[in-house]
């Protein structure tokens, strides 16, 4: 329908007729008029809808007013230069168009899609109707991120109908963005409202460029969190804070999740939590490469859920309160990672019992814990790290708790002793000057790697009896191979003295294991 010649407070009154497609080209308006397009009266709202068309031939310098009353239909508005736009329509949509300009939009009733279309200064959303704007190609881009900031903040949702970078500066549009777009990249630092995370969606790349996503004030949910089933998701190259928050920066809940971070920081928090996974769901594999957190990394499952995976390369883990890593039912590799504890004293949370149920031994690089008094589940394989806690007299690596297993290069006594202690497979980076004697309870293999293993005073055994290198004990399955075990020159200095401090070492092997020696 061509329509020419409009004045003023003119009407247009659409005929009734269900489902069908109207156009209107509308030509020669009066410049500056205000126009009205109602529905006709005889439909009514739920029945089937018309699509109705609006293309107006206008320049910007001659702008008109439009009032869209058309609760029963879905209005595109393809054409045109308007300065105010007064919408009511139904439920499925007015469009702004690509070759539409709207200065002021106000949405009475319906929801709103962008499609290429332009609203320069404000949308009037108080009924918190669905406001979409989509995005096809790099130009749709360019112009949402030219988009005033209160247009902004009164899009809902931003769709990506393809992989374009999309770029967000407020916490709406990271909202926003984070409903419908495949890469979300950073423009600012970004504070968001607390309780109220971030969802990631799966495909979804968060490029944190550079900046930082903080929680506003104390709150009692996280920054991110996960909750899409199977979602495999990627964020990277930024700092995430949750500051005074009771919660973690980010939470996997959800079955199946996929998390790849890179280059993340998560500075310290009151909270001391980085990221967690929840127990209550099925086994996800988090992977994390370079990344710098202080705070706990809390990776839990049920003994009767597939477990997780956990893949650590490069960075730095700290934690005040707690453990770098506290892991149940997971599986865990560290490689070249420096992992920090400052808590002063190594502790149990639980009634100071491992037989408790959820006993949270604190104070570890990496702590396995036990779920309903049942072993621990899970294994550590540990290769090229550097280990660092307040209590240097405590065992901090790992707490030992009994059913995880632990694969791990060393290059320290005091990581040897621990790792026999656990349990599990060690292999040297280097030769060992100062160790002590040793009684080992558990299976164990060593591959000595071609270094010598130097065993000063005091020896293992009972008190006064000191004696031994290794004393290995009944029941388990041994395996020492492929380099060296030595007295230091001071400790040949046997002597049977029963008033001697620290005696000397007398056997070298104490046996009674199921002991296999391989080119030792």
């Not at 963005?177 to 968060?206: F, R, W």
């Not at 890179?262 to 310290?268: C, D, K, N, R, Y």
Request: negative net charge; hydrophobic residues 35%; aromatic residues 6%.
């Amino acid at each position: 329908v061509n329509i020419s010649g409009l004045t003023d407070d003119a009407t247009i009154t659409v005929p009734a007729a269900e489902g069908s497609v109207l156009n209107m080209d509308i030509s020669n308006v009066s410049d500056g008029a205000s126009i009205t397009i109602n529905n006709n009266e005889s439909v009514s709202v739920g029945e089937s809808q018309q699509n109705i068309g609006v293309n107006v031939a206008n320049d910007e310098s001659s702008a008109i007013g439009m009032t869209i009353n058309t609760p029963t239909a879905t209005v595109e508005v393809g054409k045109g230069y308007f300065t105010t736009v007064t919408a009511t329509t139904a439920t499925n949509t007015l469009i702004v168009g690509e070759g539409a300009t709207i200065t002021d939009l106000v949405v009475a009733a319906g929801n709103v899609r962008i499609e290429g279309g332009k609203i320069t200064t404000s949308i009037t959303n108080d009924n918190g109707n669905e406001v979409v704007y989509v995005i096809a190609d790099q130009t749709d881009a360019d112009t949402y991120k030219e988009l005033s900031d209160d247009v902004k903040a009164s899009i809902t949702k931003i769709e990506c109908t393809s992989d374009i970078w999309v770029e967000v500066n407020t916490a709406s549009g990271l909202y926003a963005a984070s409903l419908g777009a495949k890469n979300i990249k950073l423009g600012a630092d970004i504070t968001i409202t607390a309780d109220k995370p971030v969802n990631p969606k799966n495909g979804q790349i968060y490029d944190l460029n550079g900046k930082k996503v903080a929680v506003a004030t104390t709150g009692a949910k996280d920054v991110f969190r996960i909750e899409e089933a199977s979602a495999v998701v990627t964020i990277k190259n930024g700092t995430i804070d949750n500051q005074t928050g009771n919660n973690y920066a980010l939470s996997v809940r959800a079955d199946n999740v996929t998390l790849n971070m890179e280059g993340i920081t998560i500075p310290a928090n009151s909270y001391d939590g980085s990221l967690h996974k929840n127990g209550n769901y099925t086994g996800s594999t988090v992977s994390l490469t370079n990344c710098n957190f202080n705070g706990v990394v809390y990776l839990s499952n049920t003994d009767d859920k597939t477990a997780n995976t956990l893949n650590v390369s490069g960075g730095s883990f700290a934690s005040a309160t707690q453990n770098c890593f506290e892991l149940l039912n997971t599986n865990a590799t560290v490689s070249g990672a420096t992992l920090t504890n400052e808590l002063e004293e190594q502790k149990y949370t639980a009634n100071g019992n491992l037989g408790n149920s959820f006993s949270n031994p604190q104070g570890y690089c990496i702590a396995f814990t036990n779920n309903d008094g049942k072993a621990a589940k899970g294994s550590a394989t540990l290769s090229g790290n550097t280990y660092s806690v307040a209590d240097e007299n405590g065992s901090y690596i790992f707490n030992q708790m009994n059913g995880a297993t632990l694969n791990m290069e060393v290059s320290r006594f005091k990581e040897f002793a621990e790792v026999a202690a656990a349990g599990g497979e060690i292999k040297l980076l280097n030769n060992i000057e100062d160790a002590v004697g040793l009684s080992i309870n558990k299976d164990l293999t060593v591959d000595f790697n071609d270094n010598t293993y130097t065993i000063s005073k005091p020896g293992a055994g009972s008190a006064g009896t000191q004696t031994l290198g290794f004393q290995l004990l009944k029941g388990n399955s041994i395996t020492f191979k492929n380099g060296t075990i030595k007295c230091s020159d001071a400790n040949k200095d046997f002597t049977w003295e029963s008033n001697a401090t620290v005696k000397g070492i007398a056997m070298m092997i104490q046996n009674y294991a199921d002991l296999t020696l391989e080119n030792m």
